[in-house]
Antibody
Framework: QITLKESGPTLVKPTQTLRLTCTFS??????????VGWIRQPPGKALECLAL???????RYSPYLRSRLTITKDTSKNKVVLTMANMDPVDTGTYYC?????????WGQGTMVTVSS | QSVLTQPPSVSAAPGQKVTISCSGS????????VSWYQQLPGTAPKLLIY???KRPSGIPDRFSGSKSGTSATLGITGLQTGDEADYYC???????????FGGGTNLTVL
């Protein structure tokens, strides 16, 4: 069974850096074709893909947020970390960690992040 | 605004069929696979369709996907009240070098 779980702060202040961790099980990030991604959803709005990292260390970022994002992986610990700099209230929303293979195959439950002073 | 265009809402009666459209361009739908996701109220999205028309294990055959040119369609037959959800299409955009989603369609089963 594949599971993913997001962890990190629920509240951050404007200009701070957000650090989210995805801890997964049931698959390996060393398997060819497999990746892990971060997708966010502002309240009542659509999904937005932020960043992806693949088994071969290839990374892809949202062109609109590239300068603020960094995604890294620790294959041995089954963890993927997303950092997002210079947080703003418009970044408030639910952040999902997902397994990438055929598409966004399996999703974590999501973690709500609020940006407020 | 989303790169892919979906109708904001659709509705149909229980037992009926509904289709949800997703419109894009040659840089996304026209040359890449489309996937569809179901998001029940208060829950994380779930993959329904990948590679235009393939269903993951456990997804009933009431759900189907198709693609023609720069548009894709999700079909749901035998509608149930439990199908009430938001549905999103997604694909790769070669111009943006990024995965993109539609704005989502809210399905109401009357």
């Amino acid at each position: 069974q594949i599971t993913l779980k997001e962890s990190g702060p629920t509240l951050v202040k404007p200009t701070q850096t957000l650090r989210l961790t995805c801890t997964f099980s049931g698959f390996s990030l060393s398997t060819s074709g497999v990746g892990v991604g971060w997708i966010r959803q502002p309240p009542g709005k659509a999904l937005e893909c932020l960043a992806l990292i693949y088994w071969d260390d290839d990374t892809r970022y949202s062109p609109y947020l590239r300068s603020r994002l960094t995604i890294t992986k620790d294959t041995s610990k089954n963890k993927v970390v997303l950092t997002m700099a210079n947080m703003d209230p418009v970044d408030t929303g639910t952040y999902y960690c997902v397994q990438v293979f055929n598409a966004f195959d399996v999703w974590g439950q999501g973690t709500m992040v609020t940006v407020s002073s | 605004q989303s790169v892919l265009t979906q109708p904001p809402s659709v509705s149909a009666a229980p037992g009926q069929k509904v289709t949800i459209s997703c419109s894009g361009s040659s840089s996304n739908i026209g040359n890449n696979y489309v996937s569809w996701y179901q998001q029940l109220p208060g829950t994380a999205p779930k993959l329904l369709i990948y590679d235009n028309n393939k269903r993951p294990s456990g997804i009933p055959d009431r759900f189907s996907g198709s693609k023609s040119g720069t548009s894709a369609t999700l079909g749901i037959t035998g509608l149930q009240t439990g199908d009430e959800a938001d549905y999103y299409c997604g694909t790769w955009d070669s111009s943006l070098s990024a995965r993109v989603f539609g704005g989502g369609t809210n399905l109401t089963v009357l």
